[in-house]
């Protein structure tokens, strides 16, 4: 190594500067032990002279030595609080000398437009970088990597961060961040190669990244995340899998970025491999002297192409019988024999049970706000019983139901120092259950108008609900309380009370000065026969008054004069309900069923209301949903008196026949109110299919449907010439302030008389 003469002029002193400083030092450690008699600390300035006295190895009255001294300072700078840490020995007095790190005044963001400011003083905070926080240099460059991650996270690759310092009095100093976010970076082409029994075009159509088209603005189907493609490599990879291709794999993947950093181009070169034909299945290992029963589970066909989700479904089969039986730890192996030359293979499962075990304890963690007892009493696996994987399962399908976590996981560990016993410990992580909602609206009818709602699906921790709904419009105020405590008694019965005072009068087209106002209250019990089964019952009460004579429909008159303008009814409810659906937003499979049985036994009114709904999802492919719903309702009056108008059905519109206005299909007072009637059909069909550009996006559908039915009166017959039926096509979309359902209908049954709306929406479910 050579030295410039210029260079080696300023070398010499410097080295002879570090070899006298480093001198010193050594013969400033180089104390002999004494005991010490007092220690003292300097420089401090906001940090706590206890933090450091907690830190130091050493008391007055100990005995000091070099050893303690280095250990007290590495203790002293693990604590992230001090610059500079010097501990200097005064006669028998130990100085520590401290230059405090400077404390962190102000976060601050420049330029930050993708990301609330919120958000990012969150991800800084986890990282060290917060008001109140120490400053760190190294941390700082960390939050610097840390805000680009979240902008990469986003497609920005052209994101620069600047950070910048600030001293501020009293040893603090302000951070400043300055983002200059750039534009979003696009995938401008993605290739595939190797392929030869499926094009391009068909393993792109697997894949939700894109190179974009017209509704990548809502899909951002043409922004790049390495976990997107991963997904989407993997989907590429099921689909080969399920179609024979046993060996196939993912070779390479490449992913470029143009030099501006606008661009991306994605690579992937895959093996296909032969395909292959499963010639037979064939069970080895032990399956626990029931080897019929497991082969009743399997769901391989023999001389059909190998599909891995079959293999999948059959080996969790297995091991999920295992798990019934107590074998928690029990693995099932799928070892194919495979003959290249033909493409055939066997498939071979091996079983290996491992050990029976039970259920030592169970274990809730997570759960902050509600309480244990909310959570275990959803449990159907019992301590000290033994290991039953079913029950396990549903148990933790039980609390996802209660819709008070966003997460719900079962953890099972082997208890130390036994062989047959486990805990579990199920974990959640909690949301916010409560909901407020707070409207208001103008119109030159209703004028001002106000409605809101409060409401806690676990209040207290204690997971009962209680709502309050409140509405102030000027033809139809509406005030409920209701409450449920879904176990009421420790078998599972829930109880509910409702209370409700509403009002309506005729709008102002309508004319008239009367009005109808229905106070009462009810209370429901709900039973849970099975799993999946809940009977409810109840009672309430209710009134109705008729106020008022200017433009009152005939009809109203005619209840008026049988029942007076005040009528009480106690009506008796029985319901029964099963749903096995998938979501109940955006179904794709499942069924759901309800009946619900009213009886009004006392009072003015006696009658008789019944009403049967079920529902059926059929999934045709990943993408493509068929839904069939089908509703009837009957009403009867009892005791001669006839069947109250106010217990009508409606047909017509959302949620019946679409294409024609709400509630106006059925019979029609004299001057022309539709009243509905004591009998209703309603049978709908629809396909649900994907939005063009929004790949498998389940939240945003097109749907093509036909509905058919109508209402009839007490006095008219059910015809089938009486039906009203239309056509239609529509959008589903699962909006931030619920479903939403957009529709487009042509009426194909109809009469001169009935009233067409083709262009109809509404927010809420399907029917």
Do not use: C
Not at 156 to 185: K, M, Q, S
Not at 245 to 253: A, P, Q, V
Not at 734 to 748: D, E, M, Q, R
């Amino acid at each position: 190594m050579q030295i410039s003469s210029m260079n080696a002029s300023r070398f010499k002193p410097t080295l002879l500067a570090a070899l006298l400083a480093s001198s010193l030092i050594q013969s400033a450690w180089a104390v002999e032990p004494f005991v010490l008699k007092d220690i003292r600390v300097e420089g401090l300035q906001r940090a706590d002279a206890g933090t450091v006295f907690a830190s130091l190895p050493f008391r007055v009255g100990d005995t000091y030595t070099d050893d303690k001294g280095a250990a007290g300072l590495r203790a002293l700078f693990a604590t992230g609080l001090f610059k500079d840490v010097r501990i200097q020995i005064d006669g028998n007095v130990a100085v520590v000398v401290v230059e405090e790190r400077p404390v962190i005044s102000r976060v601050e963001f420049v330029g930050t437009k993708e990301f609330d400011k919120e958000n990012l003083v969150k991800a800084l905070k986890d990282i060290g970088i917060g008001e109140g926080q120490p400053f760190d240099r190294a941390l700082a460059d960390r939050a610097e990597q840390e805000l680009k991650r979240q902008y990469l996270s986003r497609s920005l690759y052209g994101v620069e961060v600047v950070t910048t310092i600030t001293p501020a009095e009293r040893n603090r100093v302000n951070v400043t961040f300055t983002v200059t976010e750039g534009d979003v970076t696009k995938i401008k082409n993605i290739r595939i190669t190797g392929n030869q029994a499926f094009s391009e075009s068909t393993l792109l159509s697997q894949m939700d990244l894109s190179t974009g088209n017209w509704l990548s603005w809502y899909t951002k189907s043409d922004q790049y995340a390495r976990s997107k493609l991963n997904a989407d490599l993997e989907a590429i990879k099921a689909y080969y899998l399920n179609r024979g291709y046993l060996e196939f794999k993912i070779d390479s993947t490449q992913v470029a970025i143009s030099p501006d950093k606008q661009d991306i181009s994605v690579a992937i070169n895959v093996t296909e491999g032969p395909r292959y034909v499963v010639t037979a299945v064939r069970l080895e290992g032990d399956y626990i002297g029931k080897e019929e029963t497991f082969r009743k589970l399997v769901t391989i066909k023999p001389g059909e192409a190998y599909k891995a989700e079959d293999v999948a479904a059959t080996t969790k089969a297995f091991t999920d019988r295992f798990a019934a039986f107590g074998y928690a730890f029990a693995r099932v192996d799928f070892k194919p024999e495979l003959d290249r030359a033909k493409g055939q293979a066997v498939a071979v499962l091996v079983a290996q049970p491992q050990r029976r075990v039970y259920v030592r304890r169970v274990n809730v963690a997570g759960n902050s706000r509600t309480r244990d007892e909310v959570i275990r009493r959803e449990f159907r696996q019992f301590e000290a019983a033994w290991y039953d994987g079913q029950k396990i399962k549903l148990s933790r399908d039980r609390v996802d139901r209660l819709g008070y976590f966003k997460q719900v996981n079962i953890d099972t560990t082997e208890v130390p120092g036994t062989a047959d016993q486990v805990d579990l410990t199920i974990s959640v992580e909690e949301k916010p259950t409560g909901n407020l909602m707070l409207g208001a609206g103008f119109s030159s009818s209703e004028k001002f108008t106000i409605t809101a709602s409060i409401k806690q699906d676990n209040v207290f921790g204690s997971g009962n609900y209680l709502g309050l709904d409140v509405n102030t419009s000027k033809y139809n105020r509406t005030i409920v309380v209701s409450t449920v405590d879904p176990y009421f008694t420790d078998s599972g019965i829930s109880r509910s009370y409702d209370v409700f005072y509403r009002t309506s009068r005729p709008t102002s087209t309508q004319g008239g000065d009367y009005k109808i106002v229905t106070p009462g209250a009810a209370v429901r019990f709900g039973v849970p026969f099975t799993e999946f089964d809940t009977v409810f019952f109840g009672a309430g009460v209710e009134q109705t008054a008729i106020q008022g004579t200017t433009g009152l429909p005939v009809s109203y008159k005619l209840h008026r004069e049988i029942f007076g303008e005040r009528s009480t009814s106690v009506p008796l409810t029985v319901g029964w309900a099963r749903d096995s659906r998938d979501s109940l937003i955006a179904a794709t499979q499942g069924r759901y069923q309800r009946i619900n049985l009213e009886w009004g036994v006392a009072g003015d009114t006696r009658y008789l209301k019944s009403d049967y709904q079920a529902q059926q999802y059929f999934p045709i492919t990943k993408g493509y949903t068929v839904l069939l719903n089908g509703e009837m309702g009957y009403g009867k009056g009892l005791a001669g008196k006839p069947y109250p108008v106010f217990k009508n059905f409606y047909g017509g519109g959302l949620g019946t026949v679409r294409g024609f206005e709400q509630s106006t299909l059925g019979p029609a007072d004299i001057d022309g109110a539709y009243i509905g009637g004591n009998k209703r059909i309603n049978l709908n069909a629809e396909l649900y299919v994907p939005f063009p550009g929004a790949g498998n996006d389940r939240t945003l559908r097109l749907f093509g449907y036909t509905d058919v039915g109508n209402v009839w009166g007490e006095n008219q017959k059910m015809k089938a010439d009486d039906l009203r039926a239309s056509l239609g096509v529509g959008i589903s979309w699962v909006s931030p302030v619920g479903p939403l359902k957009l529709s487009y209908a042509k009426p194909i049954r109809y009469t001169d008389q009935d009233k067409i709306q083709k262009l109809q929406f509404q927010i809420g479910t399907s029917f």
